[in-house]
């Protein structure tokens, strides 16, 4: 049975950048692609993006020019880095399996509430 | 981008009774793409349903998914305790220049 494992940090002040980590254990890493999906009461559940281990990534438009996700096959490991960050990116931020590019996510973190404040 | 409706926005219901919801989008869903999730307060969502109407694993028979190109349908026959909680719909489509989107979900809760 596959366990995702998130954290980081939850307090951020604006301009700064969100990182986020997430450790897969109990299941393959490579046969899947590995989504970020946040959820903020303002906006609702909003896919961020995805990658696999072999470096096929894919981020929502609204947010590409300020996010990377990036994957570490050696510790089954999937990180989220969001720069310049401001209060509209408060959200909990959860990590998810797919099984391929785009598609429904099977498998999900306990989420990390992020808050954005000054 | 694909635009999901959901509705209603709450439903109140007794434990035994039936319940349905829908999820509308704004353009046809192509192959069916199309899941439910389960939300419990402080929990992360859970996969029910995928393509329209395929149960995931450990999903009892009670959940039942069903529709196709813009109109979606959940169905829970007889409502446990345990299914009071919100449900979400999520569009999806494999290696698809959009990105998954999911709609705003109904809260299903105890009358």
């Known amino acids: 049975q596959v366990q995702l494992q998130q954290w980081g940090a939850g307090l951020l002040k604006p301009s700064e950048t969100l990182s986020l980590t997430c450790a897969v254990s109990?299941?393959?890493?490579?046969?899947?692609?590995w989504t970020w999906i946040r959820q903020s009461p303002g906006k609702g559940l909003e896919w961020i993006g995805e990658?696999?281990?072999?470096?096929?990534?894919r981020y929502n438009p609204s947010l590409q020019s300020r996010v990377t996700i990036s994957v570490d096959t050696s510790k089954k490991h999937v990180s989220l880095s969001l720069a310049s960050v401001t209060a509209a990116d408060s959200a909990v931020y959860f990590c998810?399996?797919?099984?391929?590019?785009?598609?429904?996510?099977?498998?999900w973190g306990q989420g990390t509430l992020v808050t954005v404040s000054s | 981008e694909i635009v999901l409706t959901q509705s209603p926005g709450t439903l109140s219901l007794s434990p035994g009774e039936g319940a349905t919801f829908s999820c509308r989008a704004s353009?046809?869903?192509?192959?069916?793409?199309l899941a439910w999730y389960q939300q419990k307060p402080g929990q992360a969502p859970r996969l029910l349903i995928y393509?329209?109407?395929n149960r995931a694993t450990g999903i009892p028979d009670r959940f039942s998914g069903s529709g196709s190109g813009t109109d979606f349908t959940l169905s829970i026959s007889r409502l446990e305790p345990e299914d009071f909680a919100v449900y979400y719909c999520?569009?999806?489509?494999?290696?698809?220049?959009?990105?998954?989107?999911f709609g705003g979900g109904t809260k299903v809760e105890i009358k």
């Open positions: 998810t399996r797919s099984w391929s590019s785009g598609y429904y996510s099977d498998s």
């Open positions: 109990g299941g393959s890493f490579t046969n899947y692609y």
């Open positions: 990658n696999n281990h072999r470096g096929s990534s």
């Open positions: 353009q046809s869903i192509t192959y069916t793409s």
């Open positions: 393509g329209a109407s």
């Open positions: 999520q569009q999806y489509q494999q290696f698809a220049t959009s990105v998954p989107t």
